[in-house]
């Protein structure tokens, strides 16, 4: 069985350690799963945001514990820069840096709740999440794939 799996679920619902979700820059309000995620978390990353204290920059990361409103013990909220730049090459990144961040705080069971791009399928996601896991990784990563950039 494949390390990497899409599910079609919920962000709030999906099993695992952590559930991770991007938010960018130039997306206010908060939308899809960060935007979800947020609201069961009773709003701390919103206001993170408010106060100046998360942009959604690449390379922030926000952990979040559950307050019992998620079936995954953690929230990830990682930034993406801004939404209107997003292409594959810069979304790979992306997720492979998420992944290695979840990877550092000791987290095997990941969800990722990705959103495809206009120019790419849902497959695409799968066999990029899967590269980036490479050979003899034990993580087991869930995709939710929400809804497609464009």
């Given at each position: 069985?494949?390390?990497?799996?899409?599910?079609?679920?919920?962000?709030?619902?999906?099993?695992?350690?952590?559930?991770?979700?991007?938010?960018?820059?130039?997306?206010?309000?908060?939308?899809?799963?960060?935007?979800?995620?947020?609201?069961?978390?009773?709003?701390?990353?919103?206001?993170?945001?408010?106060?100046?204290?998360?942009?959604?920059?690449?390379?922030?990361?926000?952990?979040?514990?559950?307050?019992?409103?998620?079936?995954?013990?953690?929230?990830?909220?990682?930034?993406?820069?801004?939404?209107?730049?997003?292409?594959?090459?810069?979304?790979?990144?992306?997720?492979?840096?998420?992944?290695?961040?979840?990877?550092?705080?000791?987290?095997?069971?990941?969800?990722?709740?990705?959103?495809?791009?206009?120019?790419?399928?849902?497959?695409w996601l799968q066999d990029?999440?899967?590269?980036?896991?490479?050979?003899?990784?034990?993580?087991?990563?869930?995709?939710?794939?929400?809804?497609?950039?464009?």
């Amino acid at each position: 069985m494949s390390p990497v799996r899409i599910e079609n679920q919920a962000p709030d619902r999906i099993a695992g350690d952590v559930v991770t979700a991007f938010f960018f820059e130039d997306q206010r309000p908060l939308q899809g799963s960060a935007e979800l995620l947020d609201w069961r978390l009773n709003g701390v990353l919103t206001r993170l945001l408010l106060d100046g204290n998360a942009r959604g920059a690449p390379g922030e990361f926000i952990l979040v514990r559950s307050n019992g409103k998620l079936n995954a013990a953690w929230a990830l909220f990682a930034g993406g820069g801004k939404r209107s730049h997003l292409a594959p090459f810069t979304y790979s990144g992306l997720i492979e840096g998420a992944l290695e961040h979840c990877r550092r705080a000791g987290f095997r069971r990941i969800a990722l709740c990705l959103s495809a791009l206009v120019e790419q399928d849902d497959g695409w996601l799968q066999d990029l999440a899967q590269d980036l896991l490479g050979p003899g990784q034990d993580e087991q990563v869930n995709l939710t794939v929400l809804e497609t950039f464009g």
